[in-house]
């Protein structure tokens, strides 16, 4: 039997059309969300990052403030833009995109962001809010890929999570997440001693590793929901010289004869973290204004 492939495109696509419903209303009672990006350097994948992401934001009704900086600029600086962004009423959500050049101190960077308006919820306040089940800004990847298994599994309660990656971005607020969902969960990586075997414990097993195509087929336990947050680009001779394409951390073509149901790379985990960044800044807007959050 093959799984069923969990299609993330589509479902960040909904999840992009009720935002835009929602910022519609509010519109209506003169309050826009607002969404700044700030851009420092010239990375060339961090610059499609951050014009996709203003895009969207655009295309859900609200206002997108993109700041780009020169490579150089000092920490001073940039802290001196957070904290004009901190004050500005018209802005609920702030991105400092990362990485930032060397030289600049990301940590102290995302700690000066107003908490509040940290919609990437990576500000230290933010995870500890997670980490002890207050409300918090949850990471939009983590946040994404939970989505996907609510929506697939419905109460995910009891089940054996593993997450393979233990990253601040998106392994450790994914375990989490699976914590706060009553998941048994296990954390594996790249000191973990039998992955193959820790694997195969899971109903649930996240990967986010970036290592393209590590986890394969015989790893997985039959049924199981396989959530692949890799996004690896390997060669693709057979496309032609030089040719390219994305591949996650699992090998799809073996997983998905044993799994029950799994995320493509691309088309799954993939659109869902912007469509979760713009509902986060919708939800900081919401609880700026007082206004219940939505669902
Ligand atoms: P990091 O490099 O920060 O973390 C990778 C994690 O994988 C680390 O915890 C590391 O362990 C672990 N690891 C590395 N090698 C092995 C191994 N051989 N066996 C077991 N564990 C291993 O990556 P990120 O968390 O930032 O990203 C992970 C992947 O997700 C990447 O492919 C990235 O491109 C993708 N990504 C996708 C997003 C999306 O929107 N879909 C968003 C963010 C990331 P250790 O801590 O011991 O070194």
Known sequence: MTASIIDGKAFAQQLRARVAEHVARLKRQGITPGLAVVLVGEDPASQVYVRNKGRQTVEAGMASFEHRLDAATSQDELLSLIARLNADPAVHGILVQLPLPRGLNAEAVINAIDPAKDVDGFHILNVGRLATGQRAMVPCTPLGCLMLLRDRLGD???????????????????????????????????????????????????????????????WIKPGATVIDVGINRVPAPDKGPDKTRLVGDVHFAEAVEAAGAITPVPGGVGPMTIACLLANTLTACCRAHGLPEPE
């Open 156 to 218: 995910l309660s009891g089940a054996e999570a593993v997450v393979v990656g233990r990253s601040n971005i998106v392994g450790k607020p994914m375990a989490q997440l699976l914590l706060r969902e009553n998941c048994t969960v296990t954390i594996a990586h790249s000191r973990t001693r039998d992955l193959p075997q820790t694997c195969r414990r899971a109903d649930i097993l996240v990967a986010a590793v970036g290592r393209p195509e590590m986890i394969r087929g015989d």
